[in-house]
Protein backbone atom coordinates (compact mmCIF):
# COMPACT_ATOMS: atom_id res chain seq x y z
CA UNK A 1 0.00 0.00 0.00
CA UNK A 2 1.64 3.42 -0.93
CA UNK A 3 2.09 5.87 1.70
CA UNK A 4 -1.17 7.97 2.50
CA UNK A 5 -1.69 11.34 3.68
CA UNK A 6 -5.15 11.78 4.66
CA UNK A 7 -7.62 9.50 5.67
CA UNK A 8 -11.38 10.73 4.36
CA UNK A 9 -14.32 8.69 5.98
CA UNK A 10 -17.92 10.44 6.42
CA UNK A 11 -19.15 12.82 8.93
CA UNK A 12 -22.41 12.03 11.24
CA UNK A 13 -22.51 8.85 12.91
CA UNK A 14 -19.57 6.41 13.14
CA UNK A 15 -19.84 2.88 12.90
CA UNK A 16 -17.30 0.04 13.94
CA UNK A 17 -16.54 -0.91 10.46
CA UNK A 18 -15.19 2.27 9.38
CA UNK A 19 -13.88 3.53 12.78
CA UNK A 20 -11.38 0.09 12.58
CA UNK A 21 -11.03 0.56 8.65
CA UNK A 22 -9.46 4.08 9.68
CA UNK A 23 -7.29 2.39 13.24
CA UNK A 24 -5.99 -0.19 10.91
CA UNK A 25 -4.79 2.61 7.99
CA UNK A 26 -3.99 5.02 10.97
CA UNK A 27 -1.55 2.63 12.60
CA UNK A 28 -0.33 1.99 8.79
CA UNK A 29 -0.02 5.62 7.98
CA UNK A 30 -0.02 8.12 11.17
CA UNK A 31 -2.03 10.59 8.59
CA UNK A 32 -4.61 12.98 9.29
CA UNK A 33 -8.27 11.37 9.34
CA UNK A 34 -11.04 13.65 8.03
CA UNK A 35 -15.04 13.14 8.47
CA UNK A 36 -16.20 14.92 6.01
CA UNK A 37 -17.43 13.99 2.19
CA UNK A 38 -14.73 13.24 -0.56
CA UNK A 39 -14.20 15.67 -2.76
CA UNK A 40 -13.72 14.30 -6.88
CA UNK A 41 -9.69 14.85 -6.94
CA UNK A 42 -9.41 12.89 -3.45
CA UNK A 43 -11.28 9.86 -5.04
CA UNK A 44 -8.22 10.24 -7.74
CA UNK A 45 -5.29 10.70 -5.56
CA UNK A 46 -3.79 7.17 -4.26
CA UNK A 47 -2.40 9.50 -1.66
CA UNK A 48 -6.23 9.82 0.20
CA UNK A 49 -8.06 7.08 1.22
CA UNK A 50 -11.66 7.62 1.39
CA UNK A 51 -13.07 4.71 3.87
CA UNK A 52 -16.95 4.07 3.95
CA UNK A 53 -17.98 7.06 1.66
CA UNK A 54 -17.75 8.45 -1.94
CA UNK A 55 -19.16 5.33 -3.49
CA UNK A 56 -16.29 3.75 -4.79
CA UNK A 57 -14.23 0.56 -4.16
CA UNK A 58 -10.66 0.64 -5.87
CA UNK A 59 -8.04 -0.24 -3.93
CA UNK A 60 -5.32 1.04 -6.25
CA UNK A 61 -6.90 4.30 -5.93
CA UNK A 62 -7.22 3.64 -1.61
CA UNK A 63 -11.21 3.57 -2.31
CA UNK A 64 -12.82 1.80 0.32
CA UNK A 65 -16.74 1.88 0.04
CA UNK A 66 -19.27 -0.64 -0.18
CA UNK A 67 -22.56 0.84 -0.07
CA UNK A 68 -22.95 0.75 -4.28
CA UNK A 69 -22.50 -3.20 -3.82
CA UNK A 70 -25.56 -4.81 -5.19
CA UNK A 71 -27.98 -6.22 -2.47
CA UNK A 72 -26.87 -9.84 -3.48
CA UNK A 73 -23.35 -9.11 -2.55
CA UNK A 74 -22.12 -10.67 0.17
CA UNK A 75 -21.85 -8.78 3.46
CA UNK A 76 -19.22 -6.64 3.30
CA UNK A 77 -17.67 -3.47 5.16
CA UNK A 78 -15.16 -1.17 4.86
CA UNK A 79 -12.77 -3.06 6.98
CA UNK A 80 -13.41 -5.78 4.85
CA UNK A 81 -12.06 -4.37 2.03
CA UNK A 82 -9.32 -2.28 3.71
CA UNK A 83 -8.04 -6.14 5.03
CA UNK A 84 -8.36 -7.67 1.74
CA UNK A 85 -6.30 -4.83 -0.43
CA UNK A 86 -3.90 -5.72 2.49
CA UNK A 87 -4.36 -9.19 1.68
CA UNK A 88 -4.89 -10.32 4.98
CA UNK A 89 -8.48 -10.68 4.58
CA UNK A 90 -8.35 -14.14 4.43
CA UNK A 91 -7.14 -14.58 7.95
CA UNK A 92 -9.14 -12.42 9.32
CA UNK A 93 -11.87 -13.76 8.43
CA UNK A 94 -10.74 -17.08 9.85
CA UNK A 95 -9.30 -15.75 12.73
CA UNK A 96 -11.13 -12.78 13.67
CA UNK A 97 -14.80 -14.32 15.02
CA UNK A 98 -16.02 -11.27 15.65
CA UNK A 99 -15.35 -9.74 11.79
CA UNK A 100 -18.19 -11.66 10.03
CA UNK A 101 -20.64 -10.54 12.71
CA UNK A 102 -19.56 -6.71 12.36
CA UNK A 103 -19.78 -7.49 7.94
CA UNK A 104 -23.83 -8.71 8.71
CA UNK A 105 -24.65 -6.10 10.88
CA UNK A 106 -23.04 -2.98 8.88
CA UNK A 107 -24.73 -4.38 5.64
CA UNK A 108 -27.65 -6.11 6.64
CA UNK A 109 -28.47 -4.48 9.87
CA UNK A 110 -29.14 -5.74 13.62
CA UNK A 111 -32.52 -7.47 12.09
CA UNK A 112 -31.21 -9.84 10.07
CA UNK A 113 -27.59 -10.04 12.09
CA UNK A 114 -29.52 -11.72 14.58
CA UNK A 115 -31.52 -14.05 12.76
CA UNK A 116 -28.25 -14.76 10.73
CA UNK A 117 -26.46 -15.58 14.50
CA UNK A 118 -29.66 -17.58 15.75
CA UNK A 119 -30.21 -15.18 18.77
CA UNK A 120 -32.60 -12.77 19.87
CA UNK A 121 -33.07 -9.01 18.29
CA UNK A 122 -32.02 -7.92 21.57
CA UNK A 123 -29.10 -9.93 22.03
CA UNK A 124 -27.43 -7.72 19.33
CA UNK A 125 -27.77 -4.31 21.78
CA UNK A 126 -26.77 -6.88 24.74
CA UNK A 127 -23.46 -7.85 23.36
CA UNK A 128 -22.69 -3.86 23.16
CA UNK A 129 -20.01 -2.40 25.70
CA UNK A 130 -20.00 0.87 26.64
CA UNK A 131 -15.66 1.04 25.62
CA UNK A 132 -17.48 0.77 21.81
CA UNK A 133 -20.01 3.39 22.55
CA UNK A 134 -17.22 5.60 23.51
CA UNK A 135 -14.66 5.78 21.01
CA UNK A 136 -17.62 5.76 18.25
CA UNK A 137 -19.00 8.37 20.14
CA UNK A 138 -15.66 10.51 20.09
CA UNK A 139 -14.40 9.83 16.80
CA UNK A 140 -18.06 10.67 16.07
CA UNK A 141 -17.66 14.37 17.31
CA UNK A 142 -14.71 15.77 15.79
CA UNK A 143 -14.55 16.70 11.65
CA UNK A 144 -10.58 16.19 12.20
CA UNK A 145 -8.48 13.75 14.39
CA UNK A 146 -4.35 14.30 14.11
CA UNK A 147 -1.59 12.03 15.43
CA UNK A 148 -0.94 13.23 18.91
CA UNK A 149 -4.68 13.59 20.37
CA UNK A 150 -6.24 10.72 22.38
CA UNK A 151 -8.54 9.28 20.05
CA UNK A 152 -6.54 9.38 17.53
CA UNK A 153 -3.42 7.57 19.53
CA UNK A 154 -5.83 5.06 20.73
CA UNK A 155 -7.04 4.50 17.40
CA UNK A 156 -3.76 3.44 16.46
CA UNK A 157 -3.23 0.86 19.33
CA UNK A 158 -6.63 -0.83 18.31
CA UNK A 159 -5.72 -1.01 14.47
CA UNK A 160 -1.97 -1.71 15.51
CA UNK A 161 -2.94 -5.25 18.07
CA UNK A 162 -5.49 -5.97 14.98
CA UNK A 163 -2.22 -5.99 12.56
CA UNK A 164 0.19 -7.70 14.94
CA UNK A 165 -1.88 -10.35 15.62
CA UNK A 166 -2.89 -11.21 11.82
CA UNK A 167 1.27 -11.18 12.22
CA UNK A 168 1.83 -13.52 14.50
CA UNK A 169 -0.73 -15.66 13.36
CA UNK A 170 0.82 -16.30 9.88
CA UNK A 171 4.13 -16.69 11.92
CA UNK A 172 2.55 -19.56 14.66
CA UNK A 173 0.77 -21.23 11.07
CA UNK A 174 4.39 -21.06 9.61
CA UNK A 175 5.90 -23.05 12.65
CA UNK A 176 3.29 -25.33 13.25
CA UNK A 177 3.92 -26.34 9.37
CA UNK A 178 7.37 -27.00 9.78
CA UNK A 179 7.22 -28.57 13.32
CA UNK A 180 3.82 -30.19 13.70
CA UNK A 181 2.89 -33.93 12.83
CA UNK A 182 -0.62 -35.61 12.56
CA UNK A 183 -1.05 -38.78 14.49
CA UNK A 184 -3.26 -41.26 14.76
CA UNK A 185 -4.13 -42.75 18.26
CA UNK A 186 -5.93 -46.01 18.31
CA UNK A 187 -7.67 -46.64 21.66
CA UNK A 188 -9.99 -50.12 21.56
CA UNK A 189 -12.66 -49.07 19.33
CA UNK A 190 -11.99 -45.46 18.30
CA UNK A 191 -9.00 -43.61 17.20
CA UNK A 192 -8.08 -40.15 18.13
CA UNK A 193 -6.97 -38.09 15.62
CA UNK A 194 -3.74 -35.48 17.13
CA UNK A 195 -1.58 -32.46 16.27
CA UNK A 196 2.04 -32.60 17.84
CA UNK A 197 3.55 -30.01 18.03
CA UNK A 198 7.52 -30.61 18.77
CA UNK A 199 9.51 -28.60 20.87
CA UNK A 200 11.13 -25.73 18.77
CA UNK A 201 13.44 -22.25 18.64
CA UNK A 202 12.02 -19.96 18.48
CA UNK A 203 8.71 -21.11 20.15
CA UNK A 204 5.21 -20.30 20.36
CA UNK A 205 4.34 -17.93 22.68
CA UNK A 206 1.09 -19.92 23.50
CA UNK A 207 1.56 -23.01 21.59
CA UNK A 208 -2.17 -24.36 22.65
CA UNK A 209 -3.78 -21.52 20.50
CA UNK A 210 -1.58 -21.63 17.68
CA UNK A 211 -2.33 -25.61 17.32
CA UNK A 212 -5.61 -24.38 17.52
CA UNK A 213 -5.31 -21.93 15.01
CA UNK A 214 -3.65 -24.32 12.96
CA UNK A 215 -6.19 -26.84 13.23
CA UNK A 216 -8.94 -24.43 12.32
CA UNK A 217 -7.19 -22.56 9.04
CA UNK A 218 -6.57 -26.71 7.56
CA UNK A 219 -9.82 -27.89 8.09
CA UNK A 220 -9.66 -30.17 10.38
CA UNK A 221 -12.42 -29.30 13.02
CA UNK A 222 -14.56 -32.27 13.27
CA UNK A 223 -11.39 -34.56 12.73
CA UNK A 224 -8.73 -33.68 15.67
CA UNK A 225 -9.39 -34.98 19.09
CA UNK A 226 -6.45 -33.86 20.79
CA UNK A 227 -3.30 -31.07 20.48
CA UNK A 228 0.20 -31.71 22.05
CA UNK A 229 2.43 -28.90 22.46
CA UNK A 230 5.44 -28.15 24.83
CA UNK A 231 5.05 -27.04 28.23
CA UNK A 232 6.04 -22.86 28.75
CA UNK A 233 6.97 -24.16 32.06
CA UNK A 234 9.03 -27.59 32.03
CA UNK A 235 10.61 -29.59 29.75
CA UNK A 236 7.97 -31.97 28.86
CA UNK A 237 4.60 -31.28 26.83
CA UNK A 238 0.63 -30.65 27.63
CA UNK A 239 -1.61 -32.67 26.28
CA UNK A 240 -5.33 -31.33 25.45
CA UNK A 241 -8.78 -32.35 24.12
CA UNK A 242 -9.85 -29.85 21.37
CA UNK A 243 -12.78 -28.24 21.28
CA UNK A 244 -13.74 -30.54 24.36
CA UNK A 245 -13.65 -33.80 22.74
CA UNK A 246 -16.13 -36.02 25.07
CA UNK A 247 -14.20 -39.14 24.49
CA UNK A 248 -11.17 -37.66 26.47
CA UNK A 249 -10.75 -37.14 29.92
CA UNK A 250 -7.76 -36.36 31.37
CA UNK A 251 -8.07 -36.39 34.53
CA UNK A 252 -7.72 -40.08 34.29
CA UNK A 253 -4.30 -39.66 34.38
CA UNK A 254 -3.80 -37.78 37.61
CA UNK A 255 -2.07 -41.38 39.02
CA UNK A 256 0.72 -41.52 35.70
CA UNK A 257 3.87 -41.16 37.15
CA UNK A 258 4.77 -38.93 34.75
CA UNK A 259 2.21 -36.63 34.97
CA UNK A 260 2.62 -33.67 37.21
CA UNK A 261 -0.37 -32.16 36.54
CA UNK A 262 -4.10 -33.05 35.17
CA UNK A 263 -7.29 -30.96 35.33
CA UNK A 264 -10.24 -32.01 37.61
CA UNK A 265 -12.27 -30.99 34.41
CA UNK A 266 -10.36 -33.31 32.41
CA UNK A 267 -9.51 -30.79 29.55
CA UNK A 268 -5.82 -30.85 29.83
CA UNK A 269 -2.42 -32.39 31.57
CA UNK A 270 0.90 -32.09 31.81
CA UNK A 271 3.96 -34.69 31.80
CA UNK A 272 7.13 -35.04 32.18
CA UNK A 273 7.06 -37.34 29.31
CA UNK A 274 8.77 -36.08 25.92
CA UNK A 275 8.98 -39.49 23.82
CA UNK A 276 6.24 -39.80 21.36
CA UNK A 277 5.47 -43.46 22.14
CA UNK A 278 4.76 -42.51 25.40
CA UNK A 279 2.74 -39.02 24.84
CA UNK A 280 0.41 -41.53 22.54
CA UNK A 281 -0.13 -44.11 25.34
CA UNK A 282 -1.12 -41.10 27.92
CA UNK A 283 -3.88 -39.96 25.23
CA UNK A 284 -5.22 -43.83 24.52
CA UNK A 285 -5.19 -44.23 28.62
CA UNK A 286 -7.16 -40.66 28.43
CA UNK A 287 -10.30 -42.24 26.51
CA UNK A 288 -13.41 -42.74 28.03
CA UNK A 289 -14.94 -46.00 28.34
Not at 88 to 103: N, V
Not at 210 to 219: E, P, V
Amino acid sequence: MATLHRIVTHPGGAHKDDLLACCVLAALHGCVIERRDPRPDELADAGVATVDVGGAHDAALHNFDHHHFPREHPPTCALSLVLQALGLYDDAKTFCDWLEAAEWFDSRGPKRTAEWLGAPRRAIARMGSPIDATLLRRFAAASVHRPGETVYEYMRLVGQDLLDFLRLVREELALVGRCGERWSVPAGATTIETVFLRRSEPSLDEPSAGLARYIQKHGLDGVVGAMVYPDRRGPGYGIQRYEDDPRLDFSRLEHEPDVHFAHKSGFVCKTTATDPARLRELIAKAVVG
